[in-house]
T-cell receptor, first 114, second 108 residues
Framework: GAGVSQTPSNKVTEKGKYVELRCDPISGHTALYWYRQSLGQGPEFLIYFQGTGAADDSGLPNDRFFAVRPEGSVSTLKIQRTERGDSAMYLC????????????FGPGTRLTVL | AQRVTQPEKLLSVFKGAPVELKCNYSYSGSPELFWYVQYSRQRLQLLLRHISRESIKGFTADLNKGETSFHLKKPFAQEEDSAMYYCALRGGADGLTFGKGTHLIIQP
């Protein structure tokens, strides 16, 4: 079946602009995660959804970052007033509800803030 | 706070030689440890996890709680093993904490 998909694959924006990054999880997966990966670093956890609700948003760096998952499937990561330091690869992962389930990653969206 | 340390940014070995990628962790409770791999131009994928105690593609990893380590090993490296390898930990929350990764290069 289809894996996790993310759109766009690349996004270039100017400092101060607003961006939205989309994640389509594997069908039937109730858990969804967002990570950010800067150059030379491992992925860094941002937020975790179980169904429609954010179960853990402790990784969001500040209030410019927000994510939604209104119908418990597709999720959108929203970044307001982008800064150059937001430039990174944004990864999405999904898993089934089982406590020991594997997280399956999408290909990522590379965000560049000029 | 939980932390994962991969001390080697780059590891280069010859084909057929043994490989060991080091991973140390810091966590006060009982963690779950994983190894993820990213081949060139592919997405991040799970290689193995300590609770399943499997050998995947010839790789094994043993959780050593005394040394807080989860090193990844393979007795005979193959060229197709060249990739980025990330060690990851899941503590109480469901989000994973990753190390910075080790770039493994297998020379012919």
């Amino acid at each position: 079946g289809a894996g996790v998909s993310q759109t766009p694959s690349n996004k270039v924006t100017e400092k101060g602009k607003y961006v939205e990054l989309r994640c389509d999880p594997i069908s039937g997966h109730t858990a969804l995660y967002w990570y950010r990966q800067s150059l030379g670093q491992g992925p860094e956890f941002l937020i975790y959804f179980q169904g429609t609700g954010a179960a853990d948003d402790s990784g969001l760096p500040n209030d410019r970052f927000f994510a939604v998952r209104p119908e418990g499937s597709v999720s959108t990561l929203k970044i307001q007033r982008t800064e150059r330091g937001d430039s990174a690869m944004y990864l999405c992962a999904s898993s089934s509800y089982a406590p020991d389930s594997t997280q399956y990653f999408g290909p990522g969206t590379r965000l560049t803030v000029l | 706070a939980q932390r994962v340390t991969q001390p080697e940014k780059l590891l280069s070995v010859f084909k057929g030689a043994p490989v060991e990628l080091k991973c140390n962790y810091s966590y006060s409770g009982s963690p779950e440890l994983f190894w993820y791999v990213q081949y060139s131009r592919q997405r991040l994928q799970l290689l193995l996890r300590h609770i399943s105690r499997e050998s995947i593609k010839g790789f094994t990893a043993d959780l050593n709680k005394g040394e807080t380590s989860f090193h990844l090993k393979k007795p005979f490296a193959q060229e197709e093993d060249s990739a980025m390898y990330y060690c990851a930990l899941r503590g109480g929350a469901d989000g994973l904490t990753f190390g910075k990764g080790t770039h493994l290069i297998i020379q012919p």
